[in-house]
């Protein structure tokens, strides 16, 4: 059974940092591109950022670019995302998600069950 666990959200000021953390269990980790996804209230889930389980590929939105940074633990099983200079328009539930074929079908197959992260201005 894969889960993927996410913790680290919260409530931050505009211009501060959270990182934000999620634990697979039950899948091959080194074989799944491991990715960040948000949703705000009333708007569409969208793309954050995206890397290889080996780690040596990474992939960005262009609104979190110079900002976010993506990770990934294997001996841990764990993929970070690391943001920075947060603004309000940073606030919504994100999910971790993890996917064999991306590249092939820019599709996830396991999703975690959100973490929310509020920005104040």
């Known amino acids: 059974q894969v889960q993927l666990v996410e913790s680290g959200g919260g409530l931050v000021q505009a211009g501060g940092s959270l990182r934000l953390s999620c634990a697979a269990s039950?899948?091959?980790?080194?074989?799944?591109?491991m990715g960040w996804f948000r949703q705000a209230p009333g708007k569409e889930r969208e793309f954050v950022a995206a890397?290889?389980?080996?780690?040596?590929?990474?992939n960005y939105a262009e609104s979190v670019k110079g900002r976010f940074t993506i990770s990934i633990d294997n001996s841990k099983n764990t993929v970070y995302l690391q943001m920075n200079s947060l603004k309000p328009e940073d606030t919504a539930v994100y999910y971790c998600?993890?996917?064999?074929?991306?590249?092939?079908?820019?599709?996830?197959?396991?999703w975690g069950q959100g973490t929310q992260v509020t920005v104040s201005s």
């Open positions: 998600s993890a996917g064999l074929r991306v590249a092939v079908t820019q599709e996830y197959d396991y």
């Open positions: 039950g899948l091959a980790f080194r074989r799944y591109v």
């Open positions: 890397i290889s389980g080996s780690g040596g590929s990474t």
